[in-house]
Antibody
Framework: QLQLHESGPGLVKPSQTLSLTCNVS??????????WGWIRQPPGKGLQWIGS???????YYNPSLESRVTISVDTAKNQFSLKLSSVTAADTAVYFC??????????????WGQGTLVTVSS | QSVLTQPPSASGTPGQRVTVSCSGS????????VHWYQQLPGTAPKLLIY???QRPSGVPDRFSGSKSGTSASLAISGLQSEDEADYYC???????????FGGGTKLTVL
């Protein structure tokens, strides 16, 4: 059974860079059929897609966040990572990683991590 | 303001059939497939319906999806208390070149 698990600091200071990692177990991140994505959810609000990556390193990002986002992949560790720079309180959210079915069903994410809350505060 | 529009709330009694709507435009629902997610309180979203009307393995057939033009609907028949959750629609948007979600509908089972 595929499992995803997010990890990283739960508190980030304003103007700094948020860094999270998603560890994938029970399956290979190098599968040719899938991308791997990040989605976030501010407290009490809806879902926002951040971006996704293929195991080869091909990425696509939400245009509204693209100038601050970097998603990378480490196939040796079977994990992928998110960096969001110049954070503000508006970036406070639960961050989820998920498997992205873009190649067959764009906008469908079939396996999700449990999510990790990141608070931006001094 | 979300690109896809959903009613903020819906409700029904046990056994009833309820529907949740999702309205978009030609660049998203009008051109691409729609997916639905169920998010139980305090948990990650779960893919409930994909490609307009397909159910992933393990999703009861009480849940069904449909799409017409630039709108989509999620229907839940035989409503159960455990269906109380937030429901989100999602689609690819060709103009924005990215994934867009609806604002979510909170379903209450009375």
């Amino acid at each position: 059974q595929l499992q995803l698990h997010e990890s990283g600091p739960g508190l980030v200071k304003p103007s700094q860079t948020l860094s999270l990692t998603c560890n994938v177990s029970g399956g290979s991140i190098t599968s040719s059929s899938y991308y791997w994505g990040w989605i976030r959810q501010p407290p009490g609000k809806g879902l926002q897609w951040i971006g996704s990556i293929y195991y080869s390193g091909i990425t696509y990002y939400n245009p509204s966040l693209e100038s601050r986002v970097t998603i990378s992949v480490d196939t040796a560790k079977n994990q992928f990572s998110l960096k969001l720079s110049s954070v503000t309180a508006a970036d406070t959210a639960v961050y989820f990683c998920a498997r992205d079915l873009i190649l067959t069903a764009p906008a469908a994410f079939d396996y999700w991590g449990q999510g990790t809350l990141v608070t931006v505060s001094s | 303001q979300s690109v896809l529009t959903q009613p903020p709330s819906a409700s029904g009694t046990p056994g009833q059939r309820v529907t949740v709507s999702c309205s978009g435009s030609r660049s998203n629902i009008g051109t691409n497939t729609v997916h639905w997610y169920q998010q139980l309180p305090g948990t990650a979203p779960k893919l409930l319906i994909y490609i307009n009307s397909q159910r992933p393995s393990g999703v009861p057939d009480r849940f069904s999806g449909s799409k017409s033009g630039t709108s989509a609907s999620l229907a839940i028949s035989g409503l159960q208390s455990e269906d109380e959750a937030d429901y989100y629609c999602a689609a690819w948007d060709d103009s924005l070149n990215g994934v867009v979600f609806g604002g979510g509908t909170k379903l209450t089972v009375l």
